[in-house]
């Protein structure tokens, strides 16, 4: 059973260009969160998805950034026009359906944007 | 709002040496605390949880943690490390409301051979 896969492990992108970071859940895991963690800090929570439904955005900032989760296929979180303080590591977890953080939810090992 | 806090930014303790790491919260009502940690280049790894029952936790790799509410703290405890600890902690927090873990932000232990 693969874990959380996350890719790529590591992006680089020119100030302007777009982002594109996927996240495949474990198998049977239907709820996906996204985390960033900015250099010096812990992580963030920036949002909360089920399959094709976002439940909690409130940690997304309001421009440049969206996050998909289709009925097929793995979480895209799309960072538009980068700047250079969307350089991060960004994290996604997943967790089985109707559960939540009450069991355990895995984490991928992240992928670390760079914008130059 | 809800918040965790870890002030220890970086401990650099030398192998068999005993280890605390401190972590606060600041919730009302029911409470959910975790310690993660984070090797190298690697992803997160639940160390231990705390959701009710006895306060004192065991978790993976010989590490505990105790939950004392009226000190609002649920610190990381081992006895003796290794080098092999070397990474980075994380402390974290569930409110009942809330579908988020709040991290802090975390502490560097370096453990020296």
């Known amino acids: 059973n693969a874990g959380v896969m996350q890719n790529p492990r590591h992006l680089v992108r020119r100030r302007g260009q777009e982002a594109r970071l996927r996240c495949s859940p474990m198998?049977?895991?239907?709820?996906v969160y996204w985390y960033r963690q900015l250099p010096e800090e812990g992580l963030k929570f920036m949002v909360y998805?089920?399959?094709?439904?976002?439940?909690?955005e409130s940690g997304m900032p309001k421009e440049r950034f969206s996050a998909e989760f289709p009925k097929e296929g793995p979480s895209i979180l799309r960072i538009q026009q980068v700047v250079r303080g969307d350089s991060a590591a960004y994290f996604c977890?997943?967790?089985?359906?109707?559960?939540?953080?009450?069991?355990?939810?895995?984490f991928g090992q992240g992928t670390r944007l760079t914008v130059v | 709002a809800q918040s965790v806090s870890q002030h220890n930014h970086h401990v650099i303790l030398s192998e068999a040496a005993s280890l605390e790491l401190g972590c606060n919260y600041s919730?009302?009502?029911?409470?959910?605390l975790f310690w993660y940690v984070q090797y190298p280049g690697q992803h997160l790894q639940l160390l231990l949880k705390?959701?009710?029952?006895?306060?004192l936790v065991k978790g993976i790799k010989g590490f505990e943690a105790e939950f004392i509410k009226s000190k609002f703290s649920f610190n990381l405890r081992k006895p003796s490390v290794q080098w092999s600890d070397t990474a980075e902690y994380f402390c974290?927090?569930?409110?009942?409301?809330?579908?988020?873990?709040?991290f802090g932000s975390g502490t560097q232990l370096t453990v020296l051979p």
């Open positions: 919730y009302g009502g029911t409470v959910n």
């Open positions: 977890a997943s967790s089985p359906p109707g559960t939540g953080w009450s069991t355990e939810a895995f």
């Open positions: 198998k049977g895991h239907s709820h």
């Open positions: 998805l089920q399959k094709e439904n976002i439940i909690d």
């Open positions: 705390y959701f009710s029952g006895d306060p």
């Open positions: 974290a927090g569930l409110s009942g409301s809330a579908r988020q873990l709040t």
